[in-house]
């Protein structure tokens, strides 16, 4: 939709997330400046500040600008044209995406004639994009996505396309998206259905479905194509290992992603090299897994633990019950020990201390509604926050901020120690933040059932099965794999490196554009490996030009929770795996392409060892000056984000996931 030229004395700018103008093309949040800008709201000096903010294009002293909410772009002939609404702006899979954009694209096919684009959550966690279109009905979901894949990157194609006769409409002749439909199988692509045959693939088939919730699925069915993604892939295995008994390759839906193959790959029913995961005794000290000893050495040799943290910010608008959210909090400290624990040393060795169930959650308060400038003050609190150290020994490892901005703006930050809280234990936190504030903001008993298990008894069954052999095998492929892997990566670097490394460093952003991301989905196609694999590859190109070493060991994050109970455990469980490319005598695409497919495929067939215990195998004595086994890392961050902000039951509010601060 057109809005034509600035008024007269009037300014627009379409501004990019940095606040920088967005060239032309490039839609952004509008911006108004000038002239006819008002001085703020009369008695909301929260809205006045979120919404009047200092104008740094204005020639005048003092200038500002206003915030309109709207999203737009500037037009080749200097007019602007409305893209939607930034509360309309949705993030799903990590990706910040305007669902305007979508419906623009999908108005421009011959057989649409009106559509919008949500996201839903009809799932907690699951969050996905629904096309709602209105038009001719031989338009079906396998051409639409088609036509939408050709010009979107991938993760802006909705997973489901659901035919309307028309959009519901409110009293007021705006769209009822609350009357918007749960889409149903068929408004999924999907090739002309095949049944599953065998038991194997009727059982695959029967997990498929529950876990995508989809009706049914074919044997000719794609797993990424049905709206799967890693985190779902991890859920999907978890299910298959539990009923089918055999050691699935984590890695297997990425090689073989279509369910007759993936099912022809599974090997015969066996039973599990591993032992049971299950509850166990407190009885003794409780030891510290691999990855929360690495953590331990890493704040008493560096005080690292300052600057590495788990943290999500909540902005939550609307009327807040403070009693429902303290009693929600306290509650989650009570279900999971890991919340409760401090780590202390006995002698030589440190160990866990888990203190008692009615412990409370520490949650600090400030009010910033008497304050003369709310947000410099509410960027003062944060930036503490941020800086704020743990202390391992008394706690505690879990914290949070209640900011009041205004009588219905509050912002909720929660932090936790690296030690005791993981990305996937954030989710599992603002899930159940959801169901307890809503429960007990109602005035209803606690909803949520006991976890299946603790991290503490993690921490035990994975220390045996290291001291009983039980990945002898995974500890003799990295030895295979990494034997006489360079040491170092040389990378050139401004300054010389300090003779104790520690993680102090700023963040630079690179963005893909529709064009570039499209080619790469095409080329992994072409090559039949994820986008995830093809990025690895062109690091390790990166990594190799600037170091002028053939031999590149590069580091990736992965959730480890291939064991369908901890999927609701709040702990440490990441695991890093090393994945060795080598680019000597001037692989081709195709090839480097294979060997990262490969590699990655090893990798995670293997990733039970943890990597603290591969770095003591292969250099017993630790460096300093830089982490063992890599110095690099290439993390892809697509899990879905707390879903707080879309499901609580009584506040229009907005979650936002802030990074962690390490480097």
Request: net charge neutral; proline share 7%; charged share 25%.
């Amino acid at each position: 939709m057109p809005l034509g030229t600035p008024v007269a004395n009037t300014r627009i700018y379409v501004l990019g997330r940095d606040n920088e103008p967005n060239p032309s093309g490039v839609v952004g949040e509008i911006y108004i400046g000038g002239a006819g800008v008002a001085r703020g709201y009369y008695g909301r000096s929260g809205l006045t500040a979120e919404r009047f903010v200092p104008d740094p294009f204005g020639l005048a002293s003092g200038a500002r600008m206003y915030r309109t909410g709207d999203l737009g772009r500037w037009l080749a002939d200097g007019t602007v044209e409305f893209a939607g609404r930034v509360d309309h702006q949705v993030k799903v899979r990590g990706f910040r995406i305007e669902p305007g954009e979508i419906e623009a694209r999908l108005m421009e096919h011959a057989a649409v004639r009106d559509a919008v684009v949500v996201a839903r959550e009809d799932t907690p966690g699951e969050q996905r994009l629904v096309a709602y279109v209105v038009g001719d009905p031989t338009a079906g979901a396998e051409q639409l996505r088609a036509y939408l894949s050709e010009t979107l990157p991938n993760y802006m194609v909705p997973a489901a396309y659901v035919r309307l006769g028309s959009l519901p409409l409110n009293a007021n002749g705006k769209l009822d998206r609350h009357a918007l439909p749960v889409p149903d199988s068929h408004a999924y692509p999907r090739r002309g259905y095949e049944a599953p045959l065998g038991e194997t693939e009727e059982l695959l088939a029967r997990i498929w479905a529950e876990v995508l919730r989809l009706e049914r699925v074919g044997r000719t069915d794609n797993f990424f194509e049905l709206g799967g993604y890693s985190f779902l892939a991890v859920q999907m295995l978890s299910r298959v290992r539990e009923e089918l008994a055999t050691d699935v390759p984590t890695g297997g839906v990425f090689a073989w992603p279509m369910l007759a193959d993936f099912a022809r790959e599974l090997t015969s029913p066996s039973q599990l090299d591993l032992p049971a995961l299950a509850p166990v005794a407190r009885e003794g000290s409780i030891p510290l897994s691999f990855h929360q000893s690495r953590q331990w050495l890493l704040e008493r040799n560096a005080g690292a633990g300052a600057a590495r943290r788990t943290s999500v910010q909540l902005r939550l608008k609307g009327r807040l019950d403070r009693a429902a959210l303290v009693g929600a909090l306290d509650r989650i400290v009570s279900r999971h020990e890991a919340l409760r624990t401090t780590v202390v040393q006995v002698g030589d060795a440190p160990e866990q201390r888990i203190a008692p169930v009615n412990s409370r959650f520490h949650l600090v308060e400030d009010d910033l509604r008497a304050g003369v400038n709310a947000d410099a003050e509410l960027t003062r609190l944060m930036i503490a926050e941020a800086r704020a150290p743990f202390a391992l020994s008394h706690g505690p490892l879990s914290r949070g901020r209640l900011i009041r901005i205004d009588d219905d703006d509050h912002v909720l930050v929660i932090s936790m120690h690296p030690m005791i809280a993981d990305g996937w234990s954030m989710e599992i936190v603002t899930r159940e933040l959801t169901a307890l504030y809503g429960a007990f903001s109602r005035g209803e008993p606690d909803p949520l059932g006991p976890p299946p298990l603790q991290y503490a008894d993690y921490a035990i069954w994975q220390r045996r099965c290291v001291a009983d052999g039980k990945l002898k095998a995974q500890a003799d492929y990295w030895q295979r794999t990494l034997r006489d892997a360079p040491e170092l990566l040389g990378l050139p670097l401004d300054h010389p490196r300090p003779a104790h490394h520690d993680y102090a460093g700023a963040k630079v952003a690179v963005e893909l554009d529709a064009r570039q991301t499209q080619a790469l989905r095409d080329l992994a196609r072409r090559h039949r490996v994820t986008v995830f694999m093809a990025l690895l590859a062109g690091w390790g190109i990166v990594l190799h030009r600037l170091s002028g070493q053939d031999d590149v060991v590069i580091g990736s994050p992965i959730a480890n929770r291939r064991r369908r109970e901890t999927h609701g455990t709040i702990g440490s469980f990441e695991n890093a795996l090393a994945l060795r490319l080598n680019l000597s005598g001037r692989p081709t695409v195709a090839a480097l392409l294979a060997q990262a497919k490969a590699r990655t495929v090893e990798a995670h067939h293997h990733q039970d060892l943890p990597i603290e215990a591969v770095a003591e195998s292969e250099r017993p004595v630790r460096p300093v000056a830089h982490t063992p086994i890599f110095q690099v890392m290439f993390a892809w961050r697509n899990a879905p984000h707390p879903s707080w902000g879309r499901n609580c039951p009584c506040c229009r509010n907005q979650c936002r996931r802030r990074p962690r601060g390490s480097t």
